[in-house]
């Protein structure tokens, strides 16, 4: 593996987003001094925290998987994911209700999921089912040291064993076609293909090697932390404090100092000069290659994941429908995906992800009020209506989202808004966020694995990438992996395992991230 050659004595981190607080946390573990930059006034990044009215809202992802991923940056400086946030296992992970009036819950415990789809779609689908979990965990063994929790330096490294095994296990060919190798129930075979979405590819285009992410949703098990899911970056941040690490909130950066083929300091906004031996870099792909100066030449122009229309609602009631997530199918399937990522127009049958954090925390909304969080995918702005266009598309489409969900049970929604707060691509491009999407470059065959871009910078030695434009990808999991990652390019830690922990590290230097100003609710990230 490929490492950053030289003195890493002291490294800059910028952005404090879950792969720059895994990165530290790594870093900081392996002796390393660590210094923070983060733009914003607290951590988070895209797991960010807005208050609205007196409702504590999640600007960011609302599904947590995989914690021990989390677990290992904790570990690194000594430190446990337990001491610092409160984790709820839900059951069920998610709730499927279908255009036919028909819902099933869906259970990561394989007893309780084989027993709710023999009551939902008889005994086959039952046998199905059971072959499809076994599936999905021999296709995770299979993926996860060698094409995931990995870093690549060439293609060539494709070449291995697991490689075969991954072929065998039919992981090159189309994902809604494996599944249905499964199921045959077409609502079925939604619920463990829809996660292709994240990776920004239709389930009929998607490698079935990505039902991985299926694993994770529907397999490993789904938690909620206590306070939201800010609360994880919150304690990473709390716990890279404690183990030393310097922030620099609301700082940014705006030159990297270079000469030699190394950047020998970060220059911010506010005039102060920080040198350095490395520089990590996990704020959007655009922003780290206008910081670079340059973009690396592919021979295809990077293809961007669709966007999402975010409605964030405090309501004065809920509904008895909703569980802690709700996956709300339309009738269309096909037609959805190709709107989204190919004609470019808006789903005219959604699907939608509805959250319903109280369910699980009720000190998120004032006291008999609840927070719903209603997510609807659409076309980024390369191929769907332009950031501007959202100034006057996003209040009709959230009228429309709002009637579409009262045709869908919730009764009266309409009228219980008490605080809201619509977030749009024009939102998202607002926060730099390229093609509009927070979901970053789409995971494509071009774009993945060792042709997904590359976490070191060609032509300058000391500067890593981490963050979901670099390897391995896109989602809490594989964030928290990418910071890994980098602080291995760093480091050299070994490779599919935590970076080596020194005997010693710096004496703590507590600075309590909780006590920012975006804590006290003065910063909006929308």
């Not at 009215?53 to 609302?62: A, F, L, S």
């Not at 060539?156 to 189309?174: E, K, M, S």
């Not at 996956?327 to 990522?341: C, I, K, N, P, Y």
């Not at 590359?454 to 030695?461: A, C, T």
Request: with cysteine.
């Amino acid at each position: 593996m490929r490492t950053v050659p030289g003195a890493t004595d002291h490294v800059v981190v910028v952005g404090a987003g879950l792969s720059g607080l895994a990165c530290a946390l790594h870093l900081l573990g392996a002796g390393r001094r660590v210094t923070l930059v983060e733009r914003d006034a607290g951590p988070g990044g895209r797991s960010g925290r807005v208050r609205l009215g007196g409702y504590e809202v999640d600007t960011g992802p609302t599904v947590l998987t995989m914690p021990h991923l989390a677990d290992e940056a904790f570990a690194a400086v000594g430190d446990s994911l337990a001491r610092h946030v409160e984790l709820t296992a839900l059951h069920p992970a998610y709730r499927a209700s279908f255009a036919d009036g028909t819902s099933l819950d869906v259970h990561t415990d394989g007893e309780a999921m084989e027993a709710e789809v023999r009551r939902f779609a008889g005994p086959a689908e039952a046998a199905g089912y059971r072959g499809l979990r076994e599936w999905l965990e021999r296709l995770y063994r299979a993926q996860m040291r060698r094409f995931i929790d990995t870093n690549f330096d060439s293609p060539f490294q494709l070449l291995h064993p697991d490689l075969a095994r991954l072929a065998g296990l039919g992981g090159f060919g189309r994902l809604d076609r494996r599944i249905g190798h499964f199921l045959s129930d077409p609502r079925l075979r939604r619920v463990f293909s829809f996660q292709a979405l994240y990776a920004g590819v239709a389930p009929a285009r998607a490698l079935a090697a990505y039902a991985v992410i299926a694993y994770m949703d529907t397999v490993a098990g789904v938690w909620f932390p206590k306070g939201g899911m800010h609360a994880l970056p919150r304690g990473m941040a709390n716990a890279a404090a404690e183990a030393g690490a310097d922030f620099r909130w609301s700082s940014e950066v705006t030159e990297l100092e270079r000469s030699a083929g190394r950047v020998r300091a970060v220059r911010l906004a506010s005039g102060e000069r920080i040198p350095c031996d490395a520089v990590v870099l996990t704020c959007e792909l655009s922003t780290a290659h206008e910081l670079l100066g340059r973009a690396p030449r592919r021979p295809v122009r990077l293809r961007h994941s669709p966007s999402a229309v975010v409605l964030h609602a405090g309501t004065d009631r809920t509904w008895p429908g909703l569980a802690h997530h709700t996956l709300s199918f339309g009738a269309a399937w096909e037609r959805t995906f190709h709107e989204l990522t190919r004609s470019g127009r808006l789903m005219s049958d959604p699907s939608l992800l509805i959250t319903r954090p109280t369910t699980h925390d009720p000190a998120l909304a004032p006291p008999g009020r609840h927070l719903h969080y209603v997510l609807a995918p659409c076309p980024n702005t390369a191929v769907g209506p332009s950031a501007a266009a959202w100034r006057e598309l996003g209040p009709r489409y959230r009228d429309s989202l709002v009637a579409e969900l009262e045709r869908r049970g919730l009764d009266g929604f309409a009228d219980s808004v008490q605080e809201e707060m619509l977030v749009t691509p024009l939102d998202w491009a607002a926060q730099g966020h390229a093609a509009g999407s927070p979901f970053s470059v789409s995971h494509t065959f071009a774009q993945t694995g060792p042709f997904r871009p590359r976490n070191l910078v060609r032509g300058l030695e000391n500067v890593v990438l981490a963050g979901c434009g670099t390897t391995p990808g896109v989602g809490v999991p594989t964030v928290l992996v990418s910071g890994k990652l980098a602080a291995a390019r760093v480091t050299g830690g070994v490779r599919g395992g935590p970076v080596r922990t020194a005997r010693t590290r710096p004496a703590p230097r507590v600075v309590r991230a909780a006590a920012t100003p975006a804590e006290e609710g003065a910063h909006d990230p929308s």
